[in-house]
């Protein structure tokens, strides 16, 4: 079935319809900080960008937050990280420094470069550093809610838990005040004070309202922060969205501790890599947006993502499909330009722009730059196009797709080669300005005239220009070279 609409469009309406006119739609999307933030943390913010301009296209005001839940414990060490920071285990994220930068914090290294990645696809919400507002103690009020509702808390949550919560159990952690890690027990909390012990030997009583070291625990802060931020829309990852799930939990939390209605919620999947390597954020060996930008524009990097509903996952390739994901692209852009689009198309399109052009950009497709790249005759309009290529060139294309213009003739040809060479010099020797269409037919009255098969005269040509038996469409080659170097070429046969 062809779909009518741009899914993020009818999100956008189904969430108007449900809450009314609001002064201001909130929209949140987020992460954890276990390591560097990788291609696959985008989708979740993407995701949210989408419905943001959805909302905004019918004429709301919105606010689009981006929570950095850096006030959580550093669980373990990534593997390009030194073995010297287990010492940091069980401490906030944001309480050490990075390794790859030690005048900024664990956490805020990976969130600076994450950010300055987004800025460059066009997604600029407002972050929000969760280890700063709990410091600041913004959340005493609702932490406090938390802990009078401690019981019904607790029944919510041992639903979906094959063991119940122990009886002693309070919806709050503490970071130690001594050693800074969490490695505590709470005793009892009761208003805003928490008496806790911790492995460290440390015992102590803390009032969250004036130190904020205190934070709730993440199935209880999630919906804490939908009732602060007053959110109408956050997506999450399959793990969260699992049956007795932190969504499904956090909904009911919302509503019966924190009387609010739940944000209305998309699940999406993850999505897998093809043609490159495998990611995953706690390994360390994770693909960056950034290194996804060294292949895709800006906006195909958005289409990739605009055009696939959040509930289907996709692979994002670095295979030859690169191509072909360029082609679709730029075809789109054309059917946009003339008025040849549906209204879903439109909608996608205009999605996936960082800026709307009034006409259509002048662009040449990322095929012909694969060739005009390799003999170096790029224009200034195509540079940053070209620089696509060049990396897809280096990184991730196959040897097939790479060739070098060769000034020698280094292959041995047989009777019937040679003349089909020597044909093909004469007619580029007495071709004025000669088109790929008229190139082609010449191609073809050679092969008869010399009575060689096309197989053999692309191959002949190939091998006698590349030293390779395969290569580009041969008249878009010779042209993109200039007839004169290969004319040259083909005096020395
Ligand atoms: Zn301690």
Redesign the pocket.
Known sequence: MVEKFFWADEIAEQIIKKRGNKKQYVCASGTGLSGRIHIGNFRDVITTDLVVRALKKKGKKVRFIYSWDDFDRFRKVPVNVDEKYEKYIGMSVSDFPSPFNNKKSYARFFEEEFENSLKKVGVKPKFIQQSVMNKKCKYANLIKKGIENRKEIMNILNKYRKEPLKKDWYPVMVF??????D??KVLEAKDYVVWYE?????KGRVDFSKKGIVKAPWRVDWPMRWKYEDVVFEPGGNDLSVYGGSFMTGKEIAKEIFKIEPPDYVFYDWIKIKGGKEFSGSAGNVLTIDEVLEIYEPEILRYLFVGTKPRTGFQISFDNDVIKIYEDYDDLEERYYENRVNAREKRIYEMCQLKLAKKRPEKESFRHLITLVQVGRVEAKDKVRAGNVKNWLKKYAPEEMKFEIQTKVLVELNEKEKQAMVKLRNVLKNIKKPTEQELFDDFYEICKDVGVTNTEFFRTAYRVILDKQKGPRLATLILAVGKNKIIKLLEQI
């Open positions: 130690c005040e001594k050693c800074k890690k490695s505590t911790c492995c460290c030997g440390h």
